[in-house]
């Protein structure tokens, strides 16, 4: 190491403590190890492959260590996909990993970790750890089932969803949509739906339909292709209790066929696909429809049994009416008894020389009391 003097002091330069340096991690930091830590920003560049992640350790909300890191583009590819395949996620901001990596130190860019491998187990343990944690804590708040309470439309036929205009998934329920018998109207609100501000741009959008709900007749969140990977965010604690807490039936249909994540689980339903969610929207529509049929064809049979039974009625009545007729009681035998022109019920009306009048069904007489 070069030295210089300045009043009578030794001086190092820059680079000869950066060089010190270097050799002293170089003899100490021999090996390869294992190091566990949060990668606050992953620093990924698509045009040279390399990635940049910048790691921390956190006690609380606190930030107690922090460190740069890199992934040559030689490994990224690698570790991506072997950690997509088994946690069905890929390396993002916020998450925990296990790291295999060596200290590095260069005189220009400092200190840093040449990660080298990622343990994809670790992290998914790691998730399925948070995944319970949000869980509890919405049962503790006592809403994880408060969206499935709400009351569906019996006609749905304004429905807000939360998408992007150029996904498969969009387009594959909007095109079944499209078939609904009675006309549903949709108003898109764009959101990122996986990945890095997903969580933001999801729940910045239920906020606004929120603001609005008095408008819409239920909320959809669809997603199209991708299948298991990036579902992550979908088991964040605010994102989820946003859609428990919702003031509307929100239904899901985010792509993947296994282990349903919080956000799923506290909606109103969760279907598989964007397509099956657009089908359980139809299949409202036509369990209206069936219903209203129903009871049309009731209350017309309910119609037509009243008038039945109404007409038998009078038909009883009128029978009723003529075997009361004056003219046919007299056709069986009986007769009746006048006496100036007014009807004798007893013989105590009657006195000697009243002039009576007797009729009979073929016929009148003429008699005097004697």
């Known amino acids: ?44 560049y698509p045009h040279s492959g390399h990635c940049y992640p910048d790691l921390v350790e956190k006690s609380g909300s606190r930030i107690t260590a922090q460190l740069r890191s890199t992934i040559w583009s030689s490994d990224y590819f690698r570790i991506q996909k072997r950690f997509e395949d088994v946690t069905g996620n890929s390396l993002s901001d916020g998450l925990q990993v296990l790291c295999l990596a060596r200290v590095t130190f260069h005189p220009s860019y400092g200190l840093s970790l040449h990660i080298k491998d990622v343990v994809p187990e ?157 089908n359980f929207l139809l299949d409202k529509q036509l369990f209206f429809a069936n219903q209203l049929a129903y009871f049309r064809d009731n209350i017309a049979g309910f119609a037509g049994q009243t008038l039945t039974l109404a007409r038998q009625n009078i038909q009883l009545t009128k029978e009723k009416i003529r075997l009361l007729d004056p003219k046919n009681i007299l056709k069986r035998g009986f007769s009746l008894t006048t006496k100036n022109g007014k009807l004798v019920k007893s013989s105590k009306e009657l006195k000697q020389g009243d002039v009576l009048k007797t009729i009979f ?10």
């Open 122 to 278: 670790y992290s998914l343990g790691e998730l399925a750890k948070a995944k319970q944690e949000t869980i509890k804590q919405l049962q503790k708040d006592g809403v994880f089932d408060l969206n499935k309470t709400l009351a569906f439309p019996l006609l749905p036929k304004h429905i807000a969803v939360v998408s992007v205009s150029t996904s498969k998934g969009y387009e594959d329920f909007m095109s079944i949509m499209k078939q609904a018998p009675h006309p549903i109207n949709t108003y898109l609100f764009p959101a990122l739906l996986q990945g890095d501000g997903a969580i933001l741009s999801i729940s910045e959008q239920l906020k606004k339909i929120a603001s609005m709900h008095q408008y819409f007749d239920a909320v959809v969140i669809v997603r199209g292709g991708g299948g298991d990977v990036g579902l992550s965010c979908y088991d964040n604690y605010g994102l989820a209790s946003l859609i428990a807490n919702f003031p509307l039936p929100v239904i899901t249909g985010i792509g993947h066929s296994t282990n349903l994540t919080v956000s799923e689980m506290v909606a109103y339903y969760a279907s598989i696909t964007p397509t099956d969610t657009a």
């Open 361 to 370: 069904a073929d016929g009148e007489t003429a008699s005097v009391v004697g």
């Open 1 to 44: 190491m070069e030295e210089n003097t300045y009043n009578d002091r030794k001086v190092y330069s820059l680079s000869d403590v950066a060089q010190s340096l270097k050799g002293v991690i170089e003899q100490n930091y021999v090996r390869d190890f294992y190091v566990k830590a949060e990668i606050s920003k992953l620093n990924y």
